[in-house]
């Protein structure tokens, strides 16, 4: 089964052609940061009208890259949420419209559940059940995963979520939008020790996160050391590098302590890392160090299918039209939908 796959909940238009029988075809990405970047973060308006721009020279180049026809498609998937509603609506529309037009079935597929199937993409898969760490702009979720569409939820973020404090944090620190692989650049040159951040709800048993205070920690620390009293902030170059060291030290720190105790508490043998902040590689080192001492399995999608991307949803919803799940012709975008509603295949 050919399935297209569009991908359009945010600031990236990712399309993908994902074969039952032989895998991943062609995938591309459209990134829109040089639009966002000089309001600082993403404008849902200019998001959506350049989901419209982009998204069916998209498909057309993937099909071109996979050397097949429109009509040689079996099913088509898009996002249908969370995310934007109007960048959403713009994938689902596209996406629901052709399936119509092919007369071929359309699944909507949940963004986070792309995120979370996304190391199945790679070489040496894991198995179910495992433990999902999906850490992204928008969430922070610790999953127990028994099976495709059988998720429960045993953590999550009760306010921002960790990439939104890696962004918001970068923000402070004067870097451009996108923040968090900024962060993380200026972090290699900062020093260890000098700036100690708290680690959130760590000290108290559960599994929720909480990211907000360590955006203001490093806005009171900012604050401590520049030379002027508000934004924008004058900090010297090193001071800077060392709020971000202590910054992702301190965030990597609490999604380690988190996973581990996920881990202990379902007893599981591995644990897969998805969402954007998945590509951060402090967070990866450690977390494999952490894996090794308490003999467990990582697994991790490659960098560029951390983030926002089509072959993920793609293969998400070649999974479900397998299975027989289906759209009915109704466009329709979810800004919130929760992973636990979706149906078990
Ligand atoms: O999954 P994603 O592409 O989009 C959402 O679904 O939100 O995640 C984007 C988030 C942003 O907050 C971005 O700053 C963060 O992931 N991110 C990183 C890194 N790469 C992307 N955060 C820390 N380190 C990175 N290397
Ligand atoms: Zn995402």
Redesign the pocket.
Known sequence: MRVLGIES????TGVALFDTDNGLVAHRLYSQIEIHAEYGGVVPELASRDHIRKTLPLIQQVLDDASMSVDQLDGIAYTQGP?LIGALLVGSAIGRSMAWALNIPAVAVH??EG?LLAPMLEENPPEFPFVALL?????TLLVDVKGVGRYTILGESVDD????A??KT?KLLGLSY????A??KLAESGKQGRFKFPRPMTNRPGLNFSFSGLKTFALNTIQDHSKESRAPYNLDLQTQADIAYAF?EAAVDTLLIKSCRAMAETKYQRLIV??????????RQNLNLKAKKLDFEVYYPR?EF???NGAMIAYAGSLRLAAGHTEPPIIKGMPRWRLEDLDAI
């Open positions: 909940s945010c600031d990236e995310g963004h986070m995120h850490v992204s702009g928008g969430h979520a960790v990439g939104e890696f962004d970068a996108p923040g968090g692989p962060l993380a992702q998805a969402g954007g902040v998945g590509a951060n590689e402090s967070l960098a951390c983030t926002d």
